[in-house]
């Protein structure tokens, strides 16, 4: 007698969908705003929820590697500015100068476009999986043994 409504409270409780949030992205001034449904999170909470699915975890790593390799050849870009800055009257090392700095950018930009790229097959993977993961439910359904309660996934 005691077991029943337990099992009852239990198959009512796992027969509740369980809805996922999904994560949104807007772009803002200084980087990528991230909601969970209207809540504003960070980055780094957006990492951690990628770690729920193997794929959108990948893609997340990726995009910050792309990122950082972004960062480097941004770096490069500043020092051949620099260099050519310094060197502005010996043509032969500001035409290296204006060589290095416009193909140092080229690279940061693809970096960017590549990491932003990643970093959007990422939140749709897991959009993705969380659509996938909400399908379950409790119906009443019929067997050869009888009627009863049935969990649908």
């Known amino acids: 007698m005691r ?3 337990l ?3 239990l198959c009512f409780t796992l027969g509740l969908k369980s809805y996922g949030q999904e994560i949104t992205v807007f772009p803002g001034f200084f980087g990528q705003k991230y909601y969970e449904d ?4 960070s980055a780094s909470e957006v990492g951690k929820l990628m770690k729920r699915v193997p794929v ?3 893609y997340w790593k990726k995009s910050k590697v792309q990122n950082a390799f972004g960062y480097a050849a941004l770096a490069g870009q500043i020092g051949f500015t ?3 800055l310094n060197n502005s009257y010996d043509r032969k090392k500001a035409t290296t100068g204006l060589v290095g700095n416009l193909l140092c950018g080229g690279v940061a930009i693809g970096f960017a476009f590549a990491s932003q790229n990643s970093k959007r097959k990422a939140i749709l993977n897991y959009n993705n999986a969380i659509k996938r993961k909400e ?3 409790i119906r009443l ?3 050869p043994a009888g009627v009863g309660l049935g969990i649908q996934f």
Request: aromatic share 14%; no cysteine.
């Open 38 to 41: 209207s809540n504003r999170i």
């Open 7 to 9: 099992v009852f409270l």
């Open 135 to 137: 399908h379950l439910s």
């Open 3 to 5: 077991i029943a409504p």
């Open 56 to 58: 959108s975890n990948d």
């Open 82 to 84: 620099y260099y050519m």
């Open 141 to 143: 359904s019929s067997s």
